[in-house]
């Protein structure tokens, strides 16, 4: 049977339950609304004359807004608040930082609004996260459910990205505010209604499970639990801190050039970073239906192995005239590392977590986001203004990715 049939896509998509689905599609209209907001924010208030170290200062109050309130979100996720009323507060925060964005003019009000952003961030992603395993069934694994999801966030990213730009064709880049408005006002939507009813159904089924797995396990665990984390938390940080080089720092240096690699245009560089967002979105389902039976430490040294052959290919890339090629080519094992990575590292921390501290553990591991946010741009922006290269970085981090090999037999 072709999997990628039309018919076979929807009888793929009509397994799943209800309130997954749903869950899939607000996760899809939320990407869309933060694809754009996340990607060309900077862009935005750099035309407006903010500085590079005012905009930096923007990012890092998201960071910090969104690792307080992730803490919180965690906590309050164990003593069983429901992960769909935090996403309904996450979409509340997110359309009022919208709305402070759109008309912000000084950097006062930028730091506002980012401040709202990464609050509608941190509540939102443990949350979002959570929502997963919960609405499967004893039908679908969590793995599965992740891997979709995960490809509803590469889609949802990559459309609202292209929705950006063709507003900035129009001269008028904060659509991307806007668009996230009317994405917000829509799943709340979905959650106060559809939602609703189909969780109703399925609610007491879901309780008794729970309660059931709870019981048997709360004896059994104390927080040892952490510690058992810690080779995931680990790898974790590396590869989040390699998605925020990917997302801040490669661009600088496509736009620097290489040893002998010339400077690529502003164009040239949107168009690569274009293509790098399309092959995620075009890769994610694939990849997690292909590996979502298979075990943890395979799924991390297959995707510590790619992000390896994707860095020897951009530190060639630095020794050619057309490196550009080198790029792409390099762009294909990179991509396929993070597909691997989201959905399998998600899924990790639910299966290694006991149920009573799954929104802490879930925290946990969104929390690597923000401090590699904080903290790899920052290095690695210091590492290429010494050497005027990306050369040296690429290639320590490729000396890590070998050296967490091993730490990946450790992980559940």
Request: glycine share 6%; aromatic share 12%.
């Amino acid at each position: 049977m072709n999997l990628f049939s039309t018919s076979s896509v929807s009888n793929y998509w009509e397994k799943f339950p209800v309130s997954l689905r749903l869950i899939i599609k607000a996760r899809l209209w939320t990407a869309i609304g933060a694809g754009g907001v996340l990607y060309l924010s900077p862009i935005i208030f750099n035309s407006l004359g903010f500085s590079a170290e005012q905009i930096g200062r923007g990012i890092t109050t998201a960071a910090f807004a969104g690792i307080t309130t992730r803490f919180g979100t965690g906590y309050l996720l164990d003593k069983k608040l429901s992960s769909i009323k935090a996403i309904k507060v996450a979409c509340l925060f997110a359309i009022l930082s919208d709305f402070i964005l759109f008309y912000s003019q000084n950097f006062l009000a930028f730091l506002c609004g980012q401040f709202f952003l990464g609050a509608a961030a941190g509540i939102y992603w443990p949350s979002a996260e959570l929502a997963i395993p919960s609405n499967c069934n004893t039908k679908i694994k969590s793995s599965e459910g992740y891997s979709l999801a995960r490809s509803a966030d590469a889609i949802g990213v990559t459309l609202g990205v292209l929705l950006g730009t063709i507003g900035s064709y129009f001269e008028f880049p904060r659509i991307i505010y806007l668009i996230d408005i009317l994405c917000m006002l829509y799943i709340l939507n979905i959650l106060l209604n559809k939602l609703g009813i189909s969780r109703n159904k399925i609610a007491f089924k879901i309780k008794d499970d729970l309660d059931v797995k709870y019981k048997s396990l709360e004896k059994k665990y104390n927080l040892k639990w952490i510690i058992s984390l810690l080779p995931l938390l680990l790898i974790t940080l590396f590869v989040t801190g390699i998605m925020s080089l990917l997302q801040s720092i490669l661009p600088i240096d496509l736009a620097n050039g290489g040893i002998i690699r010339p400077p690529f245009t502003d164009q040239k560089v949107a168009t690569l970073l274009t293509i790098k967002l399309i092959l995620l979105a075009f890769f994610q389902w694939p990849v997690g239906y292909i590996l979502r039976n298979k075990n943890s430490p395979f799924k991390f040294r297959l995707c510590l192995t790619s992000l390896l052959i994707g860095f020897i290919f951009l530190s060639l890339s630095n020794f050619l005239l057309d490196g550009y090629l080198i790029i792409l080519l390099a762009f294909i094992p990179l991509t396929i590392s993070l597909c691997i990575f989201l959905p399998s590292a998600s899924d990790a921390i639910i299966n290694s977590a006991p149920i009573k501290y799954q929104g802490s553990a879930i925290a946990l591991y969104s929390q690597c986001f923000g401090i590699s946010s904080l903290t790899v741009p920052w290095m690695a922006g210091k590492l290429i203004d010494t050497y005027d290269t990306a050369l040296q970085l690429w290639l320590i981090v490729s000396i890590l990715c070998i050296l967490l090999v091993p730490i990946s037999k450790n992980i559940k």
